[in-house]
Nanobody
């Protein structure tokens, strides 16, 4: 199995940027499709972005398209989420997740999860 650990969260002003990282350990990172999800207080966990094993295929939620960029470094076993033009609606705990097959947008499809990192956007 693979272990995941997010970092990079924090407090940022509206319009600002942050880069989240997800470090993987355990089994070969390149064997997993990866995803970012987020959960705001009182809301269900929602899909943010996903990236294929090679990094060639990426999908984004409509709410973040054009503002967020998902990427991965299979040599370093790290996935990133570059976030720009942040607004209050982006405030949430952000989770990275891994699955052994193709990319997916459903949280139930992912087998492994990190503990999450808090992102707070002040207006």
């Amino acid at each position: 199995q693979v272990q995941l650990a997010e970092s990079g969260g924090g407090l940022v002003q509206a319009g600002g940027s942050l880069r989240l990282s997800c470090a993987a350990s355990g089994r070969t990172f390149s064997r997993y499709s990866m995803g970012w999800f987020r959960q705001a207080p009182g809301k269900e966990r929602e899909f943010v972005a996903t990236i294929s094993m090679s990094g060639a295929t990426r999908y984004y939620a409509d709410s973040v398209k054009g503002r967020f960029t998902i990427s991965r470094d299979n040599v370093k076993s790290i996935m990133y989420l570059q976030m720009a033009s942040l607004n209050a609606e982006d405030t949430a705990v952000y989770y990275c997740a891994a699955r052994t097959f193709s990319t997916a947008t459903s949280a139930q499809s992912y087998e492994y999860w990190g503990q999450g990192t808090q992102v707070t956007v002040s207006s």
